[in-house]
């Protein structure tokens, strides 16, 4: 599977972004997919993950309520809609996908895309 990650780019604080990635290959291998983020000077960190069917979507505490996670199964595409965001959003987004539902933990996913750089400005 290969992931394709757009979408990034500089936002003002309190802006949204809405960032894709798209898999080409073995889409069989995308029932879960999900989005980290390695902010500067810190580890990766799980940002959302979702189904095949859509659910269960999983957050990061500090991106619940602003964040949102969806796909559409014809594309073989995730979106990460960032809404409100704060610069301690900035960081390189990654997405990254999996055959089986592994939640936030990061080894459960078996392809990982490029990533994608936010930067949000104060």
């Known amino acids: 599977v290969q992931l394709q990650a757009s979408g990034g780019g500089l936002v003002m604080s309190g802006g949204s972004l809405r960032l894709s990635c798209a898999a080409s290959?073995?889409?069989?291998?995308?029932?879960?997919m999900g989005w980290w983020r390695r902010r500067p000077g810190k580890e990766r960190e799980f940002v959302g993950a979702i189904t095949y069917s859509g659910g269960p979507w999983l957050y990061e505490d500090s991106v619940t309520g602003r964040f949102t996670v969806s796909r559409d199964n014809a594309k073989h595409t995730v979106y990460l809609q960032m809404n409100n965001l704060k610069v301690e959003d900035s960081a390189v987004y990654y997405c990254a996908c999996g055959s089986r539902w592994s939640g936030s933990y990061s080894g459960g996913y078996d392809y990982w895309g490029q990533g994608t750089q936010v930067t949000v400005s104060s």
């Open positions: 290959g073995r889409t069989e291998d995308t029932y879960a």
